[in-house]
């Protein structure tokens, strides 16, 4: 997969949903360009692994779906990364079931994840990017927002209402 780092600035960055995936290759990128970097995600397993890899990683376990563990965690960040210059939003969840399959709970907890907790991080960070008076908040998306396939109704619903919070 290739990734391009946003600037080599070297400024601090917080990656949301890093422990894995495209958010870990993310992290990577930044830590070879020198970046100060954090990782946050909800599998402490998983982070765990990454800080063993990679020593000068930052990590912080946090739920997205909970204001309050975002409000912690972006506060955590920006004290012992020296603040927040760039924001990387790339937790997510997906389980793709047929409509008449998705209950209330998968539902509810999808955009909870894909699309409360991009708000949370944002409106939590935004502060802080704006006090540099620079910097940038990147959201992983997915074409699922718009062609509405891979992934479920409820993954197709939260992808497009961050495309439309972006």
Sequence with gaps: ??????ANDQKPVLIVGGAQGIGKEIAERFLKEGHRVAVSDIDEQGLSLLKKQHSELLT??????SWESVQQMISAAERELGGIAHL?????????LPFLEVDFSLWKKTLAVNLYGLYYCIKASAPYICERQEGSIVVIGSGSAITGSGGGIQYYASKA???GLM
């Design 88 to 96: 990387v939003y790339s937790a997510g969840m997906t389980k793709s």
């Design 60 to 65: 912080f376990q946090a739920d997205v779906s």
């Design 161 to 163: 209402g961050a495309f």
């Design 1 to 6: 997969m290739g990734v391009r780092v946003l």
